[in-house]
C-alpha cells in the first residue's frame, strides 16, 4: 500500500510563489515516477485531472505547457518527499493539487490506480 499527503497549499495573490510537498509513505517500488495533478474548479471525477508535473527516478521530467518555465518537480528518495516549486503563479492556477505515483517511461506518465493524496487547495488571487 501507498500513501499520500500533500501539504502547501494556500492562497497567494499573483506573481507569488508556492511550494507544495507530498509525503510518500509505503512501498513504491513498483512504481518508477511520481507526479502532480490538478482538479480544475467545476470538475470532480478524478478521471479529469490534468497533468501539471512528473518526474522519473532517473531525474527526468516533463511539464505541462500551461507551467513550463514557472513550476519545477523534484523528489528526494532519502526523505520520501516529492516537491512542486510553483513561481509566478496565476489566477488561472487556482486548483485542487494532487500527488500520484506511476510509471514514467518514455516521456509517458501513467499514474497507478487508486492512490492519491487528499489533495491540497492553492488560489491565486488577482
Known amino acids: 500500500q501507498v500513501q499520500l499527503v500533500e501539504s502547501g497549499g494556500g492562497l497567494v495573490q499573483a506573481g507569488e510563489s508556492l511550494t507544495l510537498s507530498c509525503a510518500v509513505f509505503g512501498d513504491t517500488a513498483t512504481y518508477n515516477g511520481f507526479a502532480w495533478y490538478v482538479q480544475l474548479p467545476g470538475t470532480e471525477r478524478e478521471i479529469e485531472r490534468e497533468l501539471v508535473a512528473a518526474i522519473s527516478s532517473e531525474g527526468a521530467t516533463k511539464y505541462a505547457d500551461f507551467v513550463k518555465d514557472r513550476f519545477t518537480i523534484s523528489r528526494d528518495d532519502a526523505k520520501n518527499t516529492v516537491t512542486l516549486l510553483m513561481d509566478n503563479l496565476k489566477p488561472e492556477d487556482t486548483a485542487i493539487y494532487y500527488c500520484?505515483?506511476?510509471?514514467?517511461?518514455?516521456?509517458?506518465?501513467?499514474?497507478?490506480?487508486?492512490?492519491w493524496g487528499q489533495g491540497t487547495q492553492v488560489t491565486v488571487s488577482s
Open positions: 500520484s505515483t506511476g510509471h514514467y517511461y518514455a516521456g509517458h506518465y501513467s499514474p497507478a490506480a487508486g492512490y
